[in-house]
Nanobody, 115 residues
Framework: QVHLVESGGGLVQAGGSLRLSCAAS????????MGWYRQAPGKQRELVST???????NYADSVKGRFTISRDNAKNMAYLQMNSLEPEDTAAYYC?????????WGQGTQVTVSS
């Protein structure tokens, strides 16, 4: 079993920055990928960014150039640096870890961007 805990969300003005963290614990096996997804009220959950255990990254078009995903495999951590935040980025952000032995989600952290 894997447990994921997100942190770092909050309220920020448009143009500001936040850094989300995801701490993974439990039986974590490589290879795997960790990702950030978000869900705004009334909308479906959508992919924001993913990173493999080898460091390959993927971004949604809407966040390219503004968000940066990273991970520390030794600490079982993933991060999402979010810059130039826009009101449209307001959502609950969820961490995901997916590997051969399972697919796990965190409980989410709220990001609210005011205009």
């Amino acid at each position: 079993q894997v447990h994921l805990v997100e942190s770092g969300g909050g309220l920020v003005q448009a143009g500001g920055s936040l850094r989300l963290s995801c701490a993974a614990s439990g039986s974590i096996f490589s290879p795997n990928y960790m990702g950030w997804y978000r869900q705004a009220p009334g909308k479906q959950r959508e992919l924001v960014s993913t990173i493999t255990s080898g460091g390959s990254t993927n971004y949604a078009d809407s966040v390219k150039g503004r968000f940066t995903i990273s991970r520390d495999n030794a600490k079982n951590m993933a991060y999402l640096q979010m810059n130039s935040l826009e009101p449209e980025d307001t959502a609950a952000y969820y961490c995901r870890l997916r590997g051969a032995r399972g697919d796990y989600w965190g409980q989410g952290t709220q990001v609210t961007v005011s205009s």
